[in-house]
Nanobody
Framework: QVQLVESGGGLVQAGGSLRLSCAAS????????MGWFRQDPGKEREFVAA????????YYTDSVKGRFTISRDNAKNTVYLRMNSLKPEDTAVYYC?????????????????WGQGTQVTVSS
């Protein structure tokens, strides 16, 4: 399985921006569909964004459409989540996720590999 390491989380004021990065190990990153999920304490892990293996197709949960952008660089084995116009309700631990094959990685049950998570806190 691929190993995933997130970075880029932190504390930001409402309306601000952050960019999360997820670096993957191995030589076959391009065979993995990738996604970002988030989780608040006491809540289920929820889908945020997903991207196809080649980076052509992207998918978002409704609450982040127009504010977040997922992208990937297969040459660098990295997937990104650019987050603009952040709101306090975006506060959560954000997890990078991977699954081999041509899937839309938008449910936690599909995920084969998880990163360790990175905290994003948006103050009002």
């Amino acid at each position: 399985q691929v190993q995933l390491v997130e970075s880029g989380g932190g504390l930001v004021q409402a309306g601000g921006s952050l960019r999360l990065s997820c670096a993957a190990s191995g030589r076959t990153f391009s065979i993995y569909a990738m996604g970002w999920f988030r989780q608040d304490p006491g809540k289920e892990r929820e889908f945020v964004a997903a991207i196809s293996r080649g980076g052509i197709n992207t998918y978002y949960t409704d609450s982040v459409k127009g504010r977040f952008t997922i992208s990937r660089d297969n040459a660098k084995n990295t997937v990104y989540l650019r987050m603009n116009s952040l709101k306090p309700e975006d506060t959560a631990v954000y997890y990078c996720a991977a699954r081999r094959g041509p899937v839309v990685l938008n449910t936690a049950s599909q995920v084969e590999s998880w990163g360790q998570g990175t905290q994003v806190t948006v103050s009002s």
